[in-house]
């Protein structure tokens, strides 16, 4: 019997058909042995459903359509190396249950408009399962485009850097793939880190993001949960929009050029346990309505926190430390910053705590007359260390009917509350 068209003439002897078959679960489930070079669009035709490809240390040709369900899988060391032409999509995957895993996927084409990616998963690709590959140099890393509780995982993805920002494509973008969860990946060099639009019960947990725009893009996508991710040097860290009850627990973001955590529209949502530290504002609220923001900490910041437009938030156990402007409010309202007695810590309160019960004896005000002039008209700074400018601070302290509005902490936290995620920031290297 003649040798299959997918191997390569290089095979060994040994493989007699070019694939040596092992017990795998029954006839249609085995482990098919592909060497280097070998066609891998050849392979996954003459493979049946459930079939395993273990492809030797290599390279091989990509721009491949998987349409049937198998496993394609290299050594650990990533050295089986799918290559695709430029142009479109690397692997292709238009089936259910198929995984990748142990790859180097690269050299996808640079379309955006076409979704060109290193690996692309159809709608009908329910359950597939991208794991500890290397997916270099393409425009998406991986784009889940409608597939249904995908899951990616212990992948490095790194984009074409070649190209500016805003051409590239983001590690990972996510459409209307219900149920699909992102987790545990590297991600750096391209647009955004994860950019998910118009999709529901997603997770995304303890991913890095470094050398991006956005380390996470979110846009309506509901009743999900973006965790423990580690977001190093981006111009923002996690831009959450335009979704309802959201978790946004334990995530980390470090010298974020602009914004470590933008809320915008975002609502019915927990905020709770983040860490921002040096950015130009820390946290940018607006029009986000009845979340509850609690035990973060915002730190190192050209402004603390940026709050406008919004309604309903529970805020407190949050820790606001060395920001040379705690919080900027431009309003006529008074905002409540505290709930049930316990309101935030905030670094430059001079209070008192006679009855020691770790909560100040008097309210903070973290602005008031002079800094609503100044956000309104910012060359009035000149004046800051006017007497003119000391008056009036000291008659707002006096007189706190005068206030023009702002947000009030009634019950301000003597010390800082210590997070898991601080402890994780204080062990970055």
């Not at 889940?144 to 212990?154: F, I, K, M, N, R």
């Not at 809320?263 to 040096?278: C, E, P, R």
């Not at 910053?337 to 935030?344: A, I, K, M, V, Y």
Request: charged content about 20%.
């Amino acid at each position: 019997m003649s040798k299959p068209p997918f191997l390569s003439s290089g095979a060994a002897l040994g493989l007699a058909l070019g694939l040596a078959f092992s017990a795998c679960g029954g006839a249609h489930a085995a482990i098919l042995d592909i060497a280097a070079g070998a066609s891998l669009q050849a392979a996954v035709r003459a493979a049946a459903p459930g079939d395993t490809l273990r492809l030797a240390a290599g390279d091989y040709p990509g721009n491949v359509v998987i349409d049937k369900p198998l496993t394609l899988e290299g050594p650990p060391d990533h050295s089986a190396i799918i290559t695709g032409e430029r142009q479109g999509r690397t692997l292709w995957v238009q089936a259910p249950d198929v995984t990748l895993r142990h790859l180097t996927i690269r050299h996808s084409g640079l379309s955006l408009p076409d979704m060109d990616a290193g690996v692309f998963l159809d709608k009908t690709a329910a359950r597939a399962h991208i794991a500890h590959n290397r997916i270099v140099d393409n425009s998406v890393g991986v784009y889940l485009w409608g597939s249904p509780d995908a899951l990616v995982e212990h992948n490095r993805i790194i984009g074409n850097t070649g190209l500016r920002v805003n051409e590239r494509g983001n590690g990972v973008t996510v459409w209307n793939a219900p149920g699909s969860t992102v987790s545990d990946n590297h991600i750096s060099e391209g647009r955004d880190g994860i950019f998910s639009n118009n999709s529901r019960e997603n997770v995304f947990r303890n991913n890095r993001f470094d050398h991006l725009r956005y380390a996470v893009h979110y846009m309506y996508t509901n009743d999900s949960e973006v965790s423990d991710n580690l977001s190093l040097g981006n111009e923002i860290g996690y831009a959450i929009m335009f979704s309802r009850r959201l978790k946004v627990r334990g995530n980390l973001a470090v010298n974020s050029t602009h914004q470590g955590l933008m809320l915008n529209a975002t609502d019915d949502s927990q905020v709770q346990g983040n860490v921002v530290v040096n950015a130009e504002k820390c946290v940018f609220i607006y029009n986000a309505n009845l979340n509850e923001i609690a035990d973060n900490r915002f730190q190192h910041c050209g402004i603390g926190v940026h709050y406008t437009g919004s309604e309903g938030n529970r805020i407190h156990g949050n820790a606001f430390v060395a920001n040379r402007n705690q919080v900027k409010y431009v309003g006529t309202r008074f905002l409540e910053w505290s709930d049930q007695q316990r309101g935030n810590y905030w670094s430059d309160a001079a209070a008192f705590d006679l009855d020691g019960d770790g909560i100040g004896d008097t309210a903070y005000r973290p602005n008031g007359l002079i800094d609503q002039v100044i956000w309104r008209a910012p060359n009035a700074r000149l004046l800051l260390n006017s007497p003119a400018v000391t008056i009036v601070r000291w008659a707002q302290s006096q007189f706190p009917a005068i206030l023009p509005g702002g947000v009030i902490d009634s019950a301000p936290l003597m010390a800082a509350p210590d997070t898991p995620t601080w402890t994780r920031y204080e062990a970055l290297p």
